[in-house]
T-cell receptor, first 113, second 113 residues
Framework: DAKTTQPTSMDCAEGRAANLPCNHS???????VYWYRQIHSQGPQYIIH???NNETNEMASLIITEDRKSSTLILPHATLRDTAVYYC??????????????FGQGTTLQVKP | DAGVTQSPTHLIKTRGQQVTLRCSPK?????VSWYQQALGQGPQFIFQ???????QRGNFPDRFSGHQFPNYSSELNVNALLLGDSALYLC????????????FGSGTRLTVV
């Protein structure tokens, strides 16, 4: 079973920041938080991941609470192309990239003009 | 730089038939994972191949089998197809060494009638 809880759907106005929450209250100390998104009819696309510090890359920012029980993915200036299903996943990062990704239902983000 | 390539993109089969799906991993990747995604659901892990062996398996029956070739490409075979096997089948590749990252293909849409 997925170890994360996300809202089923969210709307965001184009050009505004999209803030997608995720609860992972049972996260272990060695588990990372990963975010993927899946645009209709495509495979999931990696966005960002982090352990306990906030992370930022060219796509998004990841804010993890101090107790690590929840996190927020921030798309700073959402565009219509950001409309997708966003998945929050927790897993142990290990050398060799072995292991599976356990997807939940994800959050369907609809960016509106 | 070619990403993950899956073939065919779409497939229609009759209940009881057998099907083979193919995946070529991203250049530099040597590990292949397969996922099944039913309509409206998140991807579910089927199994992972590394060094031509099945390393991990999800909760799927023995009708689902796979193979990895020396060039790291992989096949997913499903025997005795059921209507419930209709889904998007995703292949994800990764490297057993070096930086973390899973790259997904766009999937094969299988319809069983």
């Amino acid at each position: 079973d997925a170890k994360t809880t996300q809202p089923t759907s969210m709307d965001c106005a184009e050009g505004r920041a999209a803030n997608l929450p995720c609860n992972h209250s049972t996260i272990s100390g060695n588990e990372y938080v990963y975010w993927y998104r899946q645009i209709h009819s495509q495979g999931p696309q990696y966005i960002i991941h982090g352990l306990k510090n906030n992370e930022t890359n060219e796509m998004a920012s990841l804010i993890i609470t101090e107790d690590r029980k929840s996190s927020t993915l921030i798309l700073p200036h959402a565009t219509l192309r950001d409309t997708a299903v966003y998945y929050c996943i927790v897993r142990v990062e290990r050398s060799g990239n072995t292991g599976k990704l356990i997807f939940g239902q994800g959050t369907t983000l609809q960016v509106k003009p | 730089d070619a990403g993950v390539t899956q073939s065919p993109t779409h497939l229609i089969k009759t209940r009881g038939q057998q099907v083979t799906l193919r995946c070529s991993p991203k250049s530099g990747h040597d590990t292949v994972s397969w996922y099944q995604q039913a309509l409206g659901q998140g991807p579910q892990f089927i199994f992972q191949y590394y060094e031509e062996e099945e390393r991990q398996r999800g909760n799927f029956p023995d009708r689902f089998s796979g193979h990895q070739f020396p060039n790291y490409s992989s096949e997913l075979n499903v025997n005795a197809l059921l209507l419930g096997d209709s889904a998007l089948y995703l292949c994800a590749s990764s490297s057993s060494h070096g930086s973390w990252g899973y790259t997904f293909g766009s999937g094969t849409r299988l319809t069983v009638v």
